[in-house]
Protein backbone atom coordinates (compact mmCIF):
# COMPACT_ATOMS: atom_id res chain seq x y z
CA UNK A 1 0.00 0.00 0.00
CA UNK A 2 1.26 3.79 -0.61
CA UNK A 3 2.22 5.14 1.94
CA UNK A 4 1.11 8.83 1.99
CA UNK A 5 4.13 11.00 4.04
CA UNK A 6 3.29 14.89 4.88
CA UNK A 7 7.09 16.71 4.23
CA UNK A 8 7.95 19.99 5.79
CA UNK A 9 11.10 21.62 5.16
CA UNK A 10 11.79 24.50 7.28
CA UNK A 11 15.62 25.04 6.33
CA UNK A 12 19.04 24.35 8.00
CA UNK A 13 22.08 22.80 6.75
CA UNK A 14 20.02 20.05 4.93
CA UNK A 15 18.68 23.07 2.72
CA UNK A 16 21.82 24.73 2.40
CA UNK A 17 24.97 24.73 -0.18
CA UNK A 18 28.74 25.80 0.24
CA UNK A 19 30.17 28.89 -1.95
CA UNK A 20 33.88 29.02 -3.43
CA UNK A 21 34.76 30.21 -0.03
CA UNK A 22 33.71 27.38 2.24
CA UNK A 23 31.17 29.54 3.75
CA UNK A 24 27.79 27.67 4.28
CA UNK A 25 24.00 29.07 3.87
CA UNK A 26 20.78 29.12 2.21
CA UNK A 27 20.02 29.71 -1.58
CA UNK A 28 16.90 30.80 -2.75
CA UNK A 29 15.59 27.02 -3.27
CA UNK A 30 16.11 24.62 -0.84
CA UNK A 31 18.49 21.66 -2.97
CA UNK A 32 16.02 19.26 -1.93
CA UNK A 33 13.38 20.19 -3.89
CA UNK A 34 15.05 18.33 -6.94
CA UNK A 35 14.39 14.94 -6.13
CA UNK A 36 10.77 14.87 -6.51
CA UNK A 37 10.07 11.66 -5.46
CA UNK A 38 13.50 9.81 -5.25
CA UNK A 39 12.23 7.09 -3.00
CA UNK A 40 10.08 4.93 -5.03
CA UNK A 41 6.15 4.76 -5.62
CA UNK A 42 5.43 3.16 -2.49
CA UNK A 43 5.72 6.64 -1.25
CA UNK A 44 3.64 9.72 -1.69
CA UNK A 45 5.05 12.50 -0.70
CA UNK A 46 3.20 15.67 -0.19
CA UNK A 47 6.27 18.42 0.29
CA UNK A 48 6.19 21.94 1.65
CA UNK A 49 8.92 24.38 2.16
CA UNK A 50 7.01 25.58 5.17
CA UNK A 51 10.39 27.36 6.21
CA UNK A 52 13.34 27.72 4.90
CA UNK A 53 15.05 29.29 8.47
CA UNK A 54 18.52 28.26 9.84
CA UNK A 55 17.40 26.66 13.03
CA UNK A 56 19.08 29.25 15.53
CA UNK A 57 15.88 31.22 14.04
CA UNK A 58 14.02 28.96 14.88
CA UNK A 59 11.62 29.29 17.98
CA UNK A 60 8.05 28.58 20.14
CA UNK A 61 5.92 30.15 17.45
CA UNK A 62 7.82 28.39 14.49
CA UNK A 63 7.22 25.10 16.82
CA UNK A 64 3.28 25.61 17.05
CA UNK A 65 3.11 26.89 13.13
CA UNK A 66 4.44 23.03 12.44
CA UNK A 67 2.29 21.53 15.23
CA UNK A 68 -0.91 23.55 13.38
CA UNK A 69 0.21 22.21 10.13
CA UNK A 70 0.13 18.61 11.15
CA UNK A 71 -3.00 18.34 12.86
CA UNK A 72 -4.63 19.93 9.62
CA UNK A 73 -3.27 17.87 7.08
CA UNK A 74 -3.90 14.88 9.47
CA UNK A 75 -7.71 15.89 9.46
CA UNK A 76 -7.55 16.73 5.65
CA UNK A 77 -5.23 14.51 4.17
CA UNK A 78 -5.13 10.91 6.00
CA UNK A 79 -1.82 11.17 5.83
CA UNK A 80 0.31 8.02 7.26
CA UNK A 81 3.34 9.64 8.52
CA UNK A 82 5.32 13.39 8.87
CA UNK A 83 9.18 13.86 8.01
CA UNK A 84 10.37 17.49 8.80
CA UNK A 85 13.59 18.67 7.77
CA UNK A 86 15.68 20.68 10.25
CA UNK A 87 18.67 22.57 10.85
CA UNK A 88 20.32 20.64 13.65
CA UNK A 89 21.20 23.23 16.52
CA UNK A 90 17.65 23.64 17.56
CA UNK A 91 16.29 20.46 16.10
CA UNK A 92 16.08 18.50 19.75
CA UNK A 93 13.90 21.65 20.70
CA UNK A 94 11.56 21.35 17.84
CA UNK A 95 11.27 17.71 18.13
CA UNK A 96 10.47 17.68 21.69
CA UNK A 97 7.86 20.57 21.43
CA UNK A 98 6.24 18.10 18.60
CA UNK A 99 6.05 15.10 20.89
CA UNK A 100 4.70 17.29 23.79
CA UNK A 101 1.71 18.84 21.72
CA UNK A 102 0.51 16.53 19.21
CA UNK A 103 -1.48 13.87 19.91
CA UNK A 104 -1.33 11.35 17.14
CA UNK A 105 -0.04 8.03 16.65
CA UNK A 106 0.98 8.18 13.08
CA UNK A 107 5.04 8.69 13.09
CA UNK A 108 6.76 12.24 13.40
CA UNK A 109 10.19 11.70 12.25
CA UNK A 110 12.76 14.86 12.48
CA UNK A 111 15.77 14.75 10.41
CA UNK A 112 18.79 17.10 9.43
CA UNK A 113 22.31 17.12 7.77
CA UNK A 114 25.93 18.19 8.83
CA UNK A 115 27.17 18.70 5.87
CA UNK A 116 25.50 20.82 3.23
CA UNK A 117 24.17 19.65 -0.11
CA UNK A 118 27.26 20.43 -1.92
CA UNK A 119 29.74 19.38 0.46
CA UNK A 120 32.04 16.30 -0.34
CA UNK A 121 30.29 13.30 1.94
CA UNK A 122 27.14 15.41 2.34
CA UNK A 123 24.72 13.23 4.82
CA UNK A 124 21.13 15.27 3.79
CA UNK A 125 19.50 13.26 1.20
CA UNK A 126 20.41 9.90 2.49
CA UNK A 127 19.04 10.85 6.16
CA UNK A 128 16.24 12.34 4.66
CA UNK A 129 15.96 8.55 2.36
CA UNK A 130 15.87 6.98 6.23
CA UNK A 131 13.54 9.49 7.95
CA UNK A 132 11.05 8.94 4.97
CA UNK A 133 11.40 4.79 5.47
CA UNK A 134 10.74 5.42 9.14
CA UNK A 135 8.03 7.68 8.86
CA UNK A 136 6.06 4.95 6.57
CA UNK A 137 7.17 2.03 9.26
CA UNK A 138 4.54 0.56 11.35
CA UNK A 139 6.94 0.34 13.66
CA UNK A 140 7.37 3.62 14.24
CA UNK A 141 3.52 3.97 15.39
CA UNK A 142 3.13 5.23 18.58
CA UNK A 143 6.76 5.69 19.34
CA UNK A 144 6.18 9.16 19.96
CA UNK A 145 7.94 11.86 17.71
CA UNK A 146 11.75 10.42 16.59
CA UNK A 147 14.94 12.18 15.18
CA UNK A 148 16.70 9.92 12.76
CA UNK A 149 20.08 10.54 11.60
CA UNK A 150 23.44 8.74 10.57
CA UNK A 151 21.11 5.27 10.50
CA UNK A 152 20.08 5.55 14.39
CA UNK A 153 16.46 6.44 15.29
CA UNK A 154 16.42 8.01 18.78
CA UNK A 155 13.48 9.57 21.02
CA UNK A 156 12.74 13.57 20.66
CA UNK A 157 12.54 13.04 24.13
CA UNK A 158 15.84 12.75 25.07
CA UNK A 159 18.45 12.80 22.24
CA UNK A 160 20.35 15.98 21.69
CA UNK A 161 23.37 17.10 19.67
CA UNK A 162 26.31 16.49 20.99
CA UNK A 163 29.17 17.32 18.32
CA UNK A 164 29.34 20.69 16.28
CA UNK A 165 30.72 18.92 13.16
CA UNK A 166 30.59 14.97 13.04
CA UNK A 167 27.45 13.67 11.16
CA UNK A 168 27.12 11.29 14.27
CA UNK A 169 26.24 14.32 16.45
CA UNK A 170 22.62 13.36 17.50
CA UNK A 171 23.01 11.06 20.85
CA UNK A 172 21.21 9.81 23.60
CA UNK A 173 22.80 9.96 26.28
CA UNK A 174 22.52 7.61 29.36
CA UNK A 175 20.43 5.16 27.42
CA UNK A 176 21.20 5.36 23.97
CA UNK A 177 19.36 5.42 19.97
CA UNK A 178 15.45 2.89 20.23
CA UNK A 179 16.17 2.05 16.84
CA UNK A 180 18.60 1.32 13.63
CA UNK A 181 18.19 1.72 10.12
CA UNK A 182 20.17 -1.48 8.63
CA UNK A 183 20.48 -0.64 4.58
CA UNK A 184 16.49 0.00 3.91
CA UNK A 185 15.21 -2.07 7.53
CA UNK A 186 13.80 0.16 9.88
CA UNK A 187 14.60 -1.74 13.38
CA UNK A 188 13.44 -0.65 16.65
CA UNK A 189 14.71 -2.59 19.64
CA UNK A 190 13.24 -0.32 22.46
CA UNK A 191 10.35 1.79 23.55
CA UNK A 192 9.21 5.06 25.87
CA UNK A 193 6.72 3.61 28.56
CA UNK A 194 4.96 6.85 29.05
CA UNK A 195 3.90 9.04 26.96
CA UNK A 196 2.22 12.70 27.51
CA UNK A 197 0.79 14.91 25.21
CA UNK A 198 -1.29 18.52 25.92
CA UNK A 199 -3.28 20.60 23.86
CA UNK A 200 -2.02 23.75 23.51
CA UNK A 201 -3.28 26.39 21.21
CA UNK A 202 -0.61 29.18 21.67
CA UNK A 203 2.57 29.52 23.30
CA UNK A 204 3.65 31.75 26.22
CA UNK A 205 7.14 33.27 26.60
CA UNK A 206 9.57 34.82 29.35
CA UNK A 207 10.42 31.20 30.03
CA UNK A 208 14.25 31.58 30.44
CA UNK A 209 17.28 28.88 31.29
CA UNK A 210 20.35 29.25 33.12
CA UNK A 211 23.35 27.58 33.93
CA UNK A 212 25.65 27.33 37.31
CA UNK A 213 28.89 27.23 37.72
CA UNK A 214 31.46 27.35 40.35
CA UNK A 215 31.28 30.51 42.06
CA UNK A 216 27.71 31.27 40.09
CA UNK A 217 26.49 35.32 40.69
CA UNK A 218 23.17 35.88 41.72
CA UNK A 219 22.77 38.87 39.57
CA UNK A 220 21.10 37.74 36.56
CA UNK A 221 18.84 35.04 38.57
CA UNK A 222 17.55 38.35 40.69
CA UNK A 223 16.64 40.20 37.30
CA UNK A 224 14.74 37.05 36.39
CA UNK A 225 12.75 37.90 39.65
CA UNK A 226 10.13 40.11 38.12
CA UNK A 227 6.34 39.37 37.39
CA UNK A 228 6.93 39.35 33.76
CA UNK A 229 8.98 36.32 33.99
CA UNK A 230 6.67 32.84 33.38
CA UNK A 231 9.23 30.23 34.29
CA UNK A 232 12.57 29.32 34.54
CA UNK A 233 14.80 26.47 34.47
CA UNK A 234 18.42 25.90 36.04
CA UNK A 235 20.98 23.42 34.81
CA UNK A 236 22.54 22.52 38.01
CA UNK A 237 25.60 20.85 39.39
CA UNK A 238 26.30 17.30 39.52
CA UNK A 239 23.42 15.02 40.79
CA UNK A 240 21.16 18.86 41.62
CA UNK A 241 22.73 21.43 43.86
CA UNK A 242 23.69 24.92 43.25
CA UNK A 243 26.27 27.33 44.88
CA UNK A 244 24.55 29.15 48.16
CA UNK A 245 25.52 32.40 46.85
CA UNK A 246 21.75 32.38 44.78
CA UNK A 247 19.89 30.93 47.08
CA UNK A 248 18.59 34.34 47.86
CA UNK A 249 17.63 34.89 44.17
CA UNK A 250 15.91 31.37 44.26
CA UNK A 251 13.60 32.70 47.32
CA UNK A 252 12.67 35.76 45.67
CA UNK A 253 11.87 34.21 42.24
CA UNK A 254 9.57 31.18 44.58
CA UNK A 255 7.99 34.38 46.31
CA UNK A 256 6.68 35.45 43.51
CA UNK A 257 5.34 32.08 42.32
CA UNK A 258 7.70 31.85 39.29
CA UNK A 259 8.28 27.92 38.75
CA UNK A 260 11.83 27.32 39.04
CA UNK A 261 12.70 24.07 37.53
CA UNK A 262 16.20 21.97 38.30
CA UNK A 263 17.71 19.46 35.51
CA UNK A 264 21.56 18.87 35.89
CA UNK A 265 24.48 20.13 33.89
CA UNK A 266 25.46 16.91 33.53
CA UNK A 267 24.48 14.96 30.56
CA UNK A 268 24.34 11.24 31.70
CA UNK A 269 21.72 10.57 34.84
CA UNK A 270 19.33 12.31 36.49
CA UNK A 271 18.55 15.64 39.44
CA UNK A 272 17.60 14.21 42.55
CA UNK A 273 17.55 15.43 46.07
CA UNK A 274 21.01 13.79 47.36
CA UNK A 275 22.85 16.67 48.91
CA UNK A 276 21.78 18.03 52.39
CA UNK A 277 24.13 21.17 52.64
CA UNK A 278 23.64 24.36 52.27
CA UNK A 279 22.54 24.78 48.44
CA UNK A 280 22.16 20.77 48.49
CA UNK A 281 19.39 19.42 46.43
CA UNK A 282 17.38 18.45 49.88
CA UNK A 283 17.20 22.00 50.70
CA UNK A 284 16.08 23.25 46.86
CA UNK A 285 13.56 21.02 47.33
CA UNK A 286 11.74 22.14 50.48
CA UNK A 287 12.37 25.77 49.17
CA UNK A 288 10.13 24.73 46.66
CA UNK A 289 11.69 23.82 43.28
CA UNK A 290 10.71 21.23 40.89
CA UNK A 291 13.26 19.00 39.89
CA UNK A 292 12.73 17.39 36.25
CA UNK A 293 13.83 14.16 35.88
CA UNK A 294 15.81 13.18 32.54
CA UNK A 295 15.75 15.98 30.73
CA UNK A 296 18.64 18.40 29.61
CA UNK A 297 18.32 22.07 30.13
CA UNK A 298 17.10 23.43 26.44
CA UNK A 299 14.08 19.94 26.73
CA UNK A 300 13.19 21.01 30.01
CA UNK A 301 12.50 24.70 29.37
CA UNK A 302 10.26 22.95 26.12
CA UNK A 303 8.64 21.41 28.89
CA UNK A 304 7.94 24.21 31.01
CA UNK A 305 7.21 26.48 28.43
CA UNK A 306 4.10 23.71 26.79
CA UNK A 307 3.00 22.92 30.39
CA UNK A 308 2.35 27.16 31.21
CA UNK A 309 1.02 27.49 27.59
CA UNK A 310 -1.34 24.65 28.27
CA UNK A 311 -2.68 26.58 31.85
CA UNK A 312 -1.03 24.28 34.04
CA UNK A 313 0.18 26.27 37.25
CA UNK A 314 1.15 25.07 40.80
CA UNK A 315 1.16 21.52 41.83
CA UNK A 316 -0.44 20.01 38.20
CA UNK A 317 2.83 21.76 36.27
CA UNK A 318 5.35 20.65 39.14
CA UNK A 319 3.82 17.06 38.49
CA UNK A 320 4.21 17.39 34.32
CA UNK A 321 7.90 19.25 34.16
CA UNK A 322 8.90 16.58 36.93
CA UNK A 323 8.15 13.32 35.38
CA UNK A 324 10.08 12.44 32.15
CA UNK A 325 11.77 9.07 32.56
CA UNK A 326 9.69 6.13 31.87
N1 LIG B 1 23.41 25.94 11.88
C1 LIG B 1 22.66 24.95 11.18
C2 LIG B 1 21.21 25.01 11.62
O1 LIG B 1 20.90 24.55 12.67
C3 LIG B 1 23.24 23.62 11.47
C4 LIG B 1 22.60 22.46 10.75
O2 LIG B 1 21.55 22.53 10.19
O3 LIG B 1 23.23 21.40 10.79
O4 LIG B 1 20.41 25.50 10.88
Known sequence: ???????????????MSEDENGAVAPGAENP????KNPFGSEYELLIENIFNIPSPHMGPAEMLQLKKRIMEAYEKDQIDGVVITHGTDTLEETAYFLDLTVPLKIPIVL????????????????N????????ASPEARGMG????????????RYVTKTHTTNVATFRTPTFGPI???LRDEVRFFEKLLHHVSLPIDQVVDHVYLFKAYAGMDPELLEMAATSKTNGVVIEA????????????????????????????????GIAQE??????????????????????????????????????LSGKELATFVSEAIS
Open 1 to 15: MVKKILVLHTGGTIA
Open 32 to 35: LNQF
Open 145 to 156: VLVVMNDEIHTA
Open 274 to 311: VYAYPGGGVQLKQMGVTFCHGLNGQKARIKLLVGLSAG
Open 237 to 268: LGAGNLPPRVLSALEKLLALKIPVVLVSRSFN
Open 111 to 126: TGAMRSANEIGSDGLY
Open 179 to 181: GLI
Open 128 to 135: FKTAILTA
